[in-house]
């Protein structure tokens, strides 16, 4: 879809004076109403040039406005498969706030029992080892900025930008004995991590993904595949943060030993 978290994302941290803060704004306040019929007139609507918007989809990692549409065309199926609450259909318990609460940690028990804790220590390790890390994907959870936190008291490089052509360039000047670790929470962006993530092998780098997704898809070029069993729910997301905020944990302990 035009994807709301990085709209989202663009709205809540460039400048005010940024003329793409301009546009996301005009993107988000009619978002269920754009006028996509040509570049022409999305442009008009926007009140920028067709140039200007072209940049604009850029920094949003679309190739050209034809994307741009395609994916907004596809919104309602993304919206109702990608952007649960939870899993399960709705019933009289979930409408309480313990009903629904305790659906969500069952899911969220069910995930945790899918993971192999190897898997866990081997990614932990592997970040202990380098000298660089680099995470990938859209969108990132702030739980990495804490674990950004303890690299940087281990000495450190580390970068986890929002904007993916930040994530790229990063990726495509990746030092010696660096890390470039994928988070493929969101099933619409697949192509981007596989991409990024080949191309970071190709230079020399360890590569590791952290996904409720298909496993069997980065056999062959990842060193490190951590995956769980997702629900399609806003439950995964929190699973991920569990497993980011344990390796955090295991990160300041060398912080301590350091």
Excluded at 37 to 63: A, G, W
Excluded at 73 to 85: I, V
Excluded at 202 to 211: E, N
Excluded at 216 to 221: H, K, L, V, W
């Amino acid at each position: 879809m035009i994807d709301l978290f990085p709209l989202l994302e663009m709205y809540n941290t460039y400048s005010h004076d940024d003329i793409y803060f301009d546009i996301v704004k005009n993107v988000i306040d009619n978002y269920n109403e754009l006028e996509l019929d040509s570049l022409l007139t999305f442009s008009e609507s926007m009140h920028v040039s067709s140039s200007s918007i072209n940049r604009f989809l850029k920094e949003l990692y679309y190739e050209n406005f034809t994307t741009f549409k395609a994916e907004h065309l596809k919104k309602e199926e993304y919206y109702f498969y990608d952007y649960n609450y939870i899993s399960n259909k709705e019933t009289d318990e979930t409408d309480s706030f313990y009903g629904y609460t305790g659906a969500f940690l069952s899911e969220i028990s069910q995930s945790i029992n899918s993971i192999d804790e190897k898997h866990i220590h081997n990614l932990s390790q592997k970040i202990i080892e380098c000298e660089n890390v680099i995470f990938v994907g859209t969108p990132l959870i702030d739980d990495i900025w804490w674990l950004q936190l303890e690299l940087i008291l281990l000495g450190k490089r580390t970068s986890a930008f929002i904007n993916p052509n930040y994530q790229i360039e990063a990726v495509q000047n990746l030092t010696h004995n660096t890390l470039v670790i994928g988070i493929d929470v969101m099933r619409q962006d697949d192509i981007f991590i596989h991409s990024i993530l080949k191309d970071a092998k190709k230079r020399g780098a360890r590569v590791a993904c952290i996904s409720h997704f298909n496993k069997a898809s980065y056999t062959g070029y990842v060193d490190e595949c951590l995956f769980y069993k997702g629900s399609n729910s806003r439950s995964d997301n929190f699973v991920l943060s569990l497993i980011l905020n344990y390796i955090g944990k295991n990160l300041r302990e060398k912080v301590i030993e350091f």
